[in-house]
């Protein structure tokens, strides 16, 4: 393939350097080209270079000049046998964006409509280009409102066809292998902001062309080995295919699901849909490594929910809220929590896993402190549960209750529900749930004054060896119980075995809730300054929480 520019292109750089008599030969015109920038002072710029050979052609024959090369490509040739310094453009911030929009519209213009302007750079998300566009509309249609232009910006296009975005795209798209094409188009369909080397594997099939096209610039490498597509780039070459789409939803539900087991590792662990044939989950190797492949995946794992609801998997969507209730507890994320089994619920399917979904976002709304929404869906699963004679539902959701109830100060209502969770609990023979039990009655009991049962009814909680969630839990009943009755020594002891357990664990509102508490039985016995260290640390977390 002839790698030399054209001569209509040579030609332009040749007159401008007052050239006479241009010779035909592309080489001829090189040789011409350097001899006439070897003494001159220049800047020149390249735009949009295809590779380095066509680069290299261009470059002066002097040290006076200066080149200033773009490309989609990374043009590593260009560092090794040119001495390039490479640089990687981010896209425009967002005062930037309404600068470029100012030079080109005017500040007069850019007031009018300050909330249509906003649409439009977030629209544009920095892309210089898409803003040129989008200006270019406003000049030449000046009887449109910015609104107007605001709400057209999915049809993004221009008269002119090079300078359209679909057109700048294409320049980098048609350079493209077939199996390139394919993985592109693939990951235009990926579920979130962008994608692990796990997740592309399994979408994809394979990872081998990823920094290909991220050297394409048609992908971005994000920290930790994560690839990012743009929005714009992403509508123009997003390729359906359900099968693929259900294959990387299968990975994230599969992952979550083995990364969950390390977070409540208690119980019989539930039945997955069938997986997809080539669906390739992760299995994270321990707590540590689940929570952080949590932490690394939630808005993917959201999108994933938001995926299989659109595609009405509703078994799909009912197990990713599942398999995320636990990790949206430890990291206080009531509102991901409610998104998710609402979503879940719009099934409806009957039997469990409706009750189960208002159970679930009734508990995810009261932790927003949504209350009355949150109580309305916990008694419709009483409702059910009864109607269906469920009775480890009907145990669960009255323990539920009692909590809603409790953060209300309806102490009195939230003991009759947790009375309620006890007795099933033991016609049920399940120890765990009836250890969570007995720490609730305890609890209550102690709020409504009664501190002697409630000191026996925390105490046969722990004697029960709960899990560490649950002994965190009866390990700050008897605290409180504790510093009420005087004993402040027997309090803190209580206080920093859970505040240990809730450490390892990681349920970010439970620490800062133990460190606050504990300050009032530290200061007590006189230890002002660790009281003030603790209160101290509490305050940051809940700052962190409230971020």
């Known amino acids: 393939m002839d790698r030399w520019l054209p001569l209509p292109r040579y030609g332009g750089f040749l007159d401008a350097l007052g050239a006479v008599d241009i010779p035909p030969d592309p080489h001829a015109q090189v ?21 380095a050979a066509q680069v290299e052609s261009l470059l002066p024959g002097g040290s006076s000049c200066t080149v200033l090369v773009t490309s989609r490509r990374r043009l590593t040739s260009l560092n090794t046998r040119h001495g390039a310094r490479h640089r990687i453009l981010g896209v425009l911030g967002d005062a930037e964006s309404h600068d470029l929009l100012r030079a080109r519209l005017g500040s007069v213009r850019i007031a009018s409509d300050p909330a249509a302007v906003q649409r439009i750079v977030k629209h544009c998300a920095g892309l210089p280009l898409a803003l040129a566009i989008v200006a270019s ?3 030449t249609s000046p009887e449109m409102s910015l609104a107007r232009i605001a709400d ?30 394919r993985v592109l188009g693939l990951l235009a369909t990926a579920p979130g902001p962008d994608i692990g080397l796990a997740a592309a594997a399994g979408l994809t099939g394979s990872v081998s062309e990823l920094p290909a096209l991220a050297r394409l610039s048609l992908l971005e490498t994000v920290a930790d080995g994560r690839y990012r597509m743009h929005d714009l780039i992403r509508a123009e070459v997003r390729a359906e295919d359900v099968e693929a789409t259900r294959r990387v939803t299968d990975h994230y539900l599969y992952t979550a699901h083995s990364a969950d087991r390390h977070l409540q590792p ?24 689940a929570l952080a492949w949590f932490d690394a995946e939630h808005q993917c794992l959201l999108a994933a929910v938001d995926t299989a609801a659109e595609h009405e998997w509703h078994d799909v969507v009912w197990h990713l809220a599942r398999t995320l209730t636990t990790y949206h507890h430890r990291r206080d994320h009531p509102d991901a ?58 145990s669960h959701t009255h323990r539920a209750l009692a909590w809603a109830l409790g ?25 765990t749930s009836e ?37 965190a839990s009866g390990r700050e009943t008897l605290a409180y119980v504790e510093d009420r009755a005087g004993r402040p020594d027997r309090s803190v002891e209580h206080y920093e ?38 209160s101290r640390e509490a305050r940051e977390l809940f700052a962190r929480l409230q971020e």
Request: aromatic share 4%.
């Open 137 to 139: 509309r406003v000049e």
């Open 31 to 51: 040789a011409l080209y350097r001899s006439l920038t070897a003494d001159k002072r220049l800047l020149v710029v390249l735009d949009n270079a295809a590779d």
């Open 337 to 394: 929590d409610i998104r998710t089994w609402r979503l879940a619920l719009r099934a409806r399917t009957p039997g469990p896993t409706l009750i189960t979904s208002h159970r679930r976002l009734g508990e995810a709304l009261t932790r927003a402190l949504r209350d009355s929404e949150g109580l309305t869906h916990l008694r419709e699963a009483i409702v059910l549960a009864e109607q269906s004679e469920d009775l480890y539902q009907l």
């Open 435 to 471: 250890a969570h039990a007995l720490n609730a009655v305890a609890w209550f009991t102690a709020r409504l004054g009664d501190l002697d049962r409630a000191r026996s009814f925390g105490e046969a909680a722990l004697a029960l060896r709960p899990n560490p969630e649950g002994e």
């Open 152 to 181: 057209e910006l999915g049809r993004l296009d221009d008269e002119d066809p090079a300078n359209s975005f679909p057109a700048a795209l294409s320049w980098s798209l048609r350079e493209l292998t077939a199996p390139q094409a």
């Open 407 to 431: 953060r209300q100060d309806e102490d009195a209502d939230a003991l009759n529900h947790a009375q309620e969770n006890l007795r099933l609990s033991r016609e049920l023979h399940d120890t």
């Open 497 to 534: 075995r859970a505040l240990t357990l809730r450490r390892a664990h990681g349920y970010l509102r439970h620490i800062a809730n133990t460190l606050d508490r504990m300050a009032t039985p530290l200061r007590a016995l006189g230890r002002d300054e660790e009281a003030e260290a603790r």
């Open 266 to 289: 208690y119980g019989a662990p539930a039945v997955l849909p069938p997986m997809s044939p080539d669906c390739r989950p992760e299995a994270p190797a321990d707590l540590d490594a």
